[in-house]
């Protein structure tokens, strides 16, 4: 009940549906943070992972009071950035977004409406 994957051949409408699920669960509230990423908008972002740690860590802080607050305390300790392994973006991910949900676990396990985070076309984010 965690995840639901969309797969299927290029055309077929999975991101029109993805586009449509993120904006009903905007419109009732649940949608925390979302990303489209497109191969074809070279050097917008959308095409690589670059900045998908930043977009999604400042787009939780604009949902949740809690996550935002966990999340500066986290950015004001630069000497914990250093410990993580990994490339730049997988050190931004622990740091911005994996740490500071780490401290949500549960108010997030618990209530029926749990925030939810749409993200289409991991296959298009680069290596």
Known sequence: NRFVWLRGSPGTGKTAISMSVASTLDNQGTLAA??????NQQGTGLDSIERFPST??????????????LLIRQLREPA???????SAAEKD??????????????????????????????????D
């Open 34 to 39: 979302s990303f489209f990423w497109d191969k």
């Open 56 to 69: 999604l860590a400042r787009q939780l802080a604009e949902f949740n009071a809690e996550y935002k607050s």
């Open 80 to 86: 914990s950035f250093s410990s993580f392994r990994g």
């Open 93 to 126: 991910m622990k740091a911005w977004i994996i740490n500071p949900m780490a401290g949500l676990r549960d108010a997030l396990s618990s209530g029926n409406d749990r925030p939810v985070i749409v993200l289409d076309g991991l296959d298009e984010c680069g």
